[in-house]
């Protein structure tokens, strides 16, 4: 049974930082290619950032690059989400999410989710 549990979400001021983690487990790791999503109340689903089975190309959304880091751990199984210099338009439920070797934006190309973190930013 995979599960896939993020946490490190929280209440910050803009220009904090936060780090997610992500911590998988029922699957071989290695061969996943890791994505941060997020959802807004009253939005869709969008796409933040993914990484590679190897930890090697990453990919970011336009309005994170410069801002956020994804990496991973595969010795721990975990993937992290760092999240600097934080907008109130960063505030959102973010998810982190699991496929077959390839990293992809579309959410629907993704086969396991986690529950979902908290990040709310204040102005």
């Known amino acids: 049974q995979v599960q896939l549990v993020e946490s490190g979400g929280g209440l910050v001021q803009a220009g904090g930082s936060l780090r997610l983690s992500c911590a998988a487990s029922g699957l071989t790791f290695s061969r996943y290619a890791m994505g941060w999503f997020r959802q807004a109340p009253g939005k869709e689903r969008e796409f933040v950032a993914a990484?590679?089975?190897?930890?090697?190309?990453?990919d970011y959304a336009d309005s994170v690059k410069g801002r956020f880091t994804i990496s991973r751990d595969n010795a721990k199984n975990t993937v992290y989400l760092q999240v600097n210099s934080l907008k109130p338009e960063d505030t959102a439920v973010y998810y982190c999410?699991?496929?077959?070797?390839?990293?992809?934006?579309?959410?629907?190309?993704?086969?396991?989710w986690g529950q979902g973190t908290q990040v709310t930013v204040s102005s």
């Open positions: 999410a699991a496929r077959s070797w390839f990293v992809d934006r579309d959410y629907e190309e993704y086969s396991y």
């Open positions: 990484i590679s089975p190897s930890g090697g190309p990453t």
